[in-house]
């Protein structure tokens, strides 16, 4: 039995390692373009600014950790085609540019995600990088020892571009990061925008938000990027503007996409092709929320969704489920964290909710016990049933508070289960009520006058 | 309409505002035998060390701000009896040591608990303190600086115990602290027990386990402290040793007392006796997990049961309900956050639970993320079922874990409904995995196994 995987980042080599836990003796070969495996690209930005020391830190096992287990991982090779009727691949190795032919009794597809980077004209001059593979990382580092660049424009304010936008700004270079909308982190509330360019702004960063990038400036070499009014010097430009599924390999075998444009799996991470899962960026699941497609490509729910994958390949049976995702995220900006889980009011209201929503500012710890630091907290719910719909926080503790809110959402509670939810409470870690309760009993009034309104009219 | 609250401190204060906010026309006198109302006493052990600077940040609200509220404040007042029959009670004002009469329509409970001072020889000795209220701490604060004591011992080794250990070791002190178990944080498994343990003696605490004191030593003033072989050396002697409900003036009003030895109330914090409702440290509960009774005193329930009891008496109506507790807890020894919420294994095997349990040690954030920190994670399970029943944490961001948990409690999920949960991840907040999800997943392969194995014998 021949289990072949196509791609070696998180969701790749979680399955890989997954079924070999499930099958000892079955044959496992892991193809991956990049010259490791196993890369932990969410640690990208912090690669730059040498907070994370040295590139190997972001390789979590080689190819002969890999061996250890009896897995073999061939790096550098890109599989060009399937032909599931046959369970044959064409194989390209990348170091001889030759192919050859391998076959499969079962197939993981984690061909993962590619930047996207938007034509815009003047892109290929030199000093223009993308940021989405450690290869990537490298380029850009070179490029700043053999040529000093002091300033940097980052093209989107999402959070790849922010955390990027933060990086360079630490190691000395005048930072100008340009938002085509009119502000960051447009998955989150306006609030929340505001403070992460806030946090920004007070770091040093410029912040050029409703622009688009209009022409790259140069010869030969970046010089300044031109935009609306403003022509702004640079002499590095990264793109964080966004991925998207790598999907054309599977696609091409019969793979059926779904409405993201990402690979349509079950429940079990099957595809429609038979012997064949897909796992990890390259994959679409389900928002648990708004019971709709979603694409939410992250390393740690590649890693779940790699883990069913493999579990099930392996055993060539439905032995695990992957539910779904409720868009949980989190991200950092100098002291500032940032996280999320479920809709936002935009995203809520787009999925046909009518929303009511409490945000508090609170502190992080009771108000007496020395450095207490400050946290918004926003929690949205659906107006017609009281049922959670979303929560964003910003501040210290955030990550905290999200992940209550996630794991409220994952059990379905509505703001009333939250009131009298007994978290844990001392002086160093919260105020007596957390701010998720603070925010729950808001929301309570809320409904309670809404009701009364209602009362009232009828 | 008169609604009467006897004691304002958490609960009492708490139901005090929420009733005003639900009648604005009732009159509202509270009862507090403290010279002051609104008292945080989860901050006394902080106050000892000047961590907390000044008692005064330890009064959330004095009877001038409740007064603005119009809500009456008598501090220095002890209601003696209640009289449920002609809802007429009779207080003492401690100031002038006389009484008077007053009456109700409407009656809250919030008396509190009061620290255990077992009966041990020589406890009459100056320098031996409980630490309850915030006259305890005043008391020991003229103490040290009159007596300017050297070496202390304190007694208990549950949270209150090693918090002032930690704080009275924090101003120069020699501090031993005694233990009668085995192990100190009883409520936690031994592996955080010995964490904790470790953690003090690493800052300078000597802890003497398995050792019940058996006599204090002095001459008037206390000179040392006697247990087992030993005998140290002390001129201050503090007792956390726990706390008891004050009861006494509600039961011999014809109140019912549960099996914890505390007040009996409906989920609308009534009492069997009409018109008479009770909220804080002097009520038992539900433990939601056992669904047996639980008595469990802490600033967070004691305000989240106010806020029910006050809506419901102002309102004279079951408008809010408290469901009842996890038993969730939280404290910090020095860099040490030490949390739990659920039932420990001891604590469920008592309530007749067969369990299982998986740990984890863990880190803060991604591996190559500067600055991780490490911290240890325990979930335990229902062998039969697979319901979570309890998780206990010990480390960096113990908090979040045990808060994740006990969001996961409160919505009664099973193991795996924690292997795929959704939380958030990037670098900077945790490993790609969290380690809830990578205790579940351990416990999943437990219950695969047990499975597995139940299948071989079929």
């Not at 079924?19 to 912090?46: H, N």
């Not at 793109?239 to 696609?251: D, N, T, Y």
């Not at 996409?257 to 099957?270: N, S």
Request: charged share 25%.
């Amino acid at each position: 039995m021949r289990l072949v995987i196509v791609g070696g980042v998180a969701a790749g080599t979680k399955a890989a390692s997954r079924a070999r836990r499930v099958d000892s003796l079955m044959e496992i070969t892991v193809y991956q373009e990049e010259p490791e495996p196993s890369i932990s690209e969410c640690g990208l930005p912090y690669l730059l600014s040498g907070m994370v020391e040295g590139r190997d830190r972001l390789v979590a096992r080689t190819p002969e950790k890999f061996a250890e287990q009896d897995i073999e991982v061939r790096v550098r090779h890109r599989v060009e085609k399937i032909y599931p009727g046959t369970r044959k691949l064409s194989v390209r190795d990348l170091a001889t540019n030759e192919t050859f032919e391998d076959s499969y009794d079962r197939l993981v597809v984690a061909t993962g995600a590619g930047a996207v980077m938007p034509p815009i004209p003047g892109a290929d001059l030199d000093g223009i990088f993308g940021l989405r593979f450690l290869t990537d990382a490298d380029e850009v580092l070179d490029y700043i020892r053999d040529h000093s660049p002091g300033k940097a424009v980052v093209v989107g304010g999402g959070y790849i571009g922010l955390e990027v936008a933060e990086n360079l700004c630490r190691i000395g270079m005048k930072v100008a990061l340009v938002e085509g909308a009119d502000r960051v982190a447009l998955a989150y509330g306006p609030e929340v925008s505001e403070k992460v360019e806030a946090e920004l702004e007070r770091n040093g960063v410029d912040i050029f938000t409703g622009e688009k990038v209009e022409r790259f400036v140069g010869d030969g070499h970046i010089r300044a990027v031109k935009f609306g009014d403003e022509e702004i010097e640079a002499d590095l430009v990264i793109f964080g503007v966004g991925v998207k599924p790598s999907i054309e390999l599977a696609r091409d075998a019969g793979v059926e996409i779904g409405a993201t444009g990402a690979i349509r799996v079950d429940r079990h991470m099957k595809t429609n092709v038979p012997d064949v899962w897909a796992a990890g960026d390259c994959v679409e699941t389900t928002n648990l929320v708004s019971g709709g497609p979603a694409w939410v490509p992250l390393g740690d729910t590649a890693n779940q969704m790699g883990r069913v994958a493999g579990t099930n390949a392996a055993a060539g049976d439905d032995v695990l489920e992957f539910p779904g995702v409720l868009g949980t995220g989190i991200f950092k900006v100098y002291d500032l964290g940032v996280g999320k889980t479920g809709l936002s009011e935009k995203e809520a209201e787009a999925a046909g909710y009518e929303t009511v929503s409490a945000g508090v500012e609170a502190r992080d710890r009771a108000g007496y016990y020395p450095g207490a630091g400050k946290v918004f907290l926003k929690l949205i719910a659906d107006a017609d049933t009281g049922r959670l719909l979303g929560a964003e926080s910003a501040g210290s503790g955030a990550d905290k508070l999200v992940d209550i809110c996630a794991t409220a959402l994952w059990g379905r509670f509505s703001y009333l289960d939250l009131v009298n939810i007994d978290l844990a409470y001392s002086p160093p870690f919260g105020p007596a009520l957390s701010p998720v309760i603070q925010a729950a009993t808001i929301l309570s009034g809320q409904f309670d006058r809404a009701r009364e309104g209602t009362r009232v009219t009828e």
